[in-house]
């Protein structure tokens, strides 16, 4: 049963264009969403992130955006540049039994092209 | 520098044996997690730990075991009940018990069963 799920494997982007990575949920009981980006043999580092009472937030190039009623989060990297390709996890948090416990999605493959 | 450390990078396993990955850190945080990552699969909870001496399980906890005998301190012990052991392990803390704490990860640790 995927909670968070990340429908798309992989994208490709120009650099200099728009990346837009989605991500849909399915747990009311979310409340805070998280982007981690994952270079290959390192663990994930934190990007952004956004409380449910929220519907957008904003750090340098990257904005994510969050659909309550829709369950759905997106994140946008603009512009795009070479050092984004990495693959992208969303991840949302709830509180288990007084304890946080973050879902992650499978991830999606970003590939900036020069 | 405040981080947390996994070692070893690369372990190779013999069918049937047990091995322990460790994970220190240093950042004062309560909260520490193991998670699994498979192609796929994005990122699984093995094991998380709120405080010493107590740790729950996670979604797949089946064929492992922690403790948490130090705040520091999470290893990871994989046992040969494990089935299908062979991936990359990720160990985590954070500050704890509210949602919207930035998880931190550690690099990794590539196991590999032979």
């Known amino acids: 049963d995927q909670q968070v799920k990340q429908n798309s494997p992989s994208l490709s982007v120009q650099e200099g264009r728009i990346s837009i990575l989605n991500c849909d949920y399915t747990?009311?009981?979310?409340?805070?969403f998280l982007w981690y980006k994952k270079y290959p043999a390192e663990g994930p580092t934190f990007l952004i992130s956004?409380?449910?009472?929220?519907d957008k937030n904003e750090d340098g190039r990257f904005t994510v955006f969050l659909n309550k009623s829709a369950k759905h989060l997106s994140l946008h990297i603009v512009p795009s540049q070479p050092g984004d390709s990495a693959v992208y996890f969303c991840?949302?948090?709830?509180?288990?039994?007084?304890?946080?416990?973050?879902?992650f999605g499978t991830g999606t493959r970003l590939t900036i092209i020069p | 520098d405040g981080g947390i450390t996994q070692s070893p990078k690369y372990l190779f396993r013999k069918e049937g044996q047990n091995v322990t990955l460790s994970c220190e850190q240093n950042l004062n945080h309560d909260a520490m997690y193991w998670y699994r990552q498979d192609p796929g699969q994005g990122l699984r909870l093995i094991y998380y730990s709120q405080i010493v001496n107590d740790f729950q399980k996670g979604d797949i906890a089946e064929g492992y075991s922690v403790s948490r005998e130090k705040k520091e301190s999470f290893p990871l012990t994989v046992t040969s009940a494990q089935k299908n052991p062979t991936a990359f392990y990720l160990c985590a803390s954070s500050t704890g018990q509210e949602t919207g704490n930035t998880i931190y990860f550690g690099e990794g640790s590539w196991l590999t069963v032979v």
């Open positions: 956004i409380s449910s009472i929220k």
């Open positions: 747990n009311s009981m979310f409340d805070y």
């Open positions: 991840a949302a948090s709830a509180l288990w039994f007084g304890n946080e416990k973050l879902t």
